[in-house]
């Protein structure tokens, strides 16, 4: 079964589109819902919709402006009854779970800030500045390295499930921007940092120490690209699970300015 027909979404006609009172998700915020509407998902919607929401036959649901924007009422009637002249059928599961998926699909599109992280922040801090080595490639606040990108607002501009893959399995998705270069000089020296500008001409690169060099491609004899991430790919066994979800949660917490309706 499809769950959301994306495409349909925007197509939907204009009285359709919050002229209704919302009505209110009773799982929202409940943690072990996400992970009962995850489990759901992954049995009746991944097929069209890939397992983690990536997209596939059916449109993709993660860094959806359509699914962040949409109200509880347009995704619950989507899912509960299919969109006509689509793929998307009328779902036989009953409303209780298709609220389940409602979280999870919402859950999916929400800064990392907007849900609950199971892990302590605290020690989740501790662990960034220390034993995980974070700090040695990204920064928050102005402390930390360059080589990453800055986390200092990691919490409202990523989803947890993308700080979550982002630890987990680097290489599945690298960010844009940071790809690792090793360049070896017609002099016998040796460059190696972030690949930032390239032309037929020229390439910088800027080192773990913040220089940016601008090499002449005359004078380089050699260069190789890092295929996968320069984040580290062993967190998984380097960290404990809580551990895993102290730095989450500590992460999640990053935000530059606190949203209006959290003051």
């Not at 295929?227 to 102290?246: A, F, N, Q, V």
């Amino acid at each position: 079964m499809c769950v959301l027909a994306l495409a349909a979404f925007t197509l939907a006609p204009a009285q359709e589109e919050e002229k209704e009172k919302d009505i209110d998700n009773p799982h929202h915020g409940k943690q072990e819902m996400v992970e009962a509407g995850r489990k759901l998902y992954l049995n009746s919607c991944s097929a069209c919709h890939g397992p983690t929401g990536e997209g596939g036959r059916g449109p993709g649901l993660i860094k959806s402006g359509m699914i962040r924007g949409a109200s509880n009422r347009r995704l619950f009637t989507t899912i509960k009854d299919g969109v006509r002249g689509s793929d998307m059928p009328p779902s036989t599961l009953d409303d209780g779970k298709i609220w389940q998926i409602v979280t999870f699909v919402k859950y999916l599109n929400a800064p990392a800030y907007e849900t609950s992280a199971a892990g302590n922040a605290d020690a989740g801090e501790r662990l960034f500045f220390g034993k995980a080595g974070c700090v040695e490639c990204h920064s928050i606040r102005g402390r930390g390295g360059v080589l990453g990108p800055d986390l200092s607002g990691a919490g409202l501009t990523r989803t947890y499930a993308h700080l979550r893959e982002s630890l987990l399995n680097p290489d599945e998705r690298p960010t844009d921007g940071y790809q690792g270069v090793s360049i070896q000089l017609k002099s016998g020296r040796r460059v190696e940092g972030v690949a930032r500008n390239q032309t037929n001409y020229s390439l910088q690169v800027l080192d773990a120490k913040g220089g940016l060099h601008l090499l002449s491609s005359l004078d380089i004899e050699q260069v190789s690209f890092r295929k996968g991430s320069l984040m580290p790919g062993d967190y998984k066994t380097r960290l404990s699970k809580s551990e895993i979800d102290d730095l989450l949660a500590f992460l999640s917490r990053q935000v530059i300015r606190v949203p209006e309706k959290e003051k």
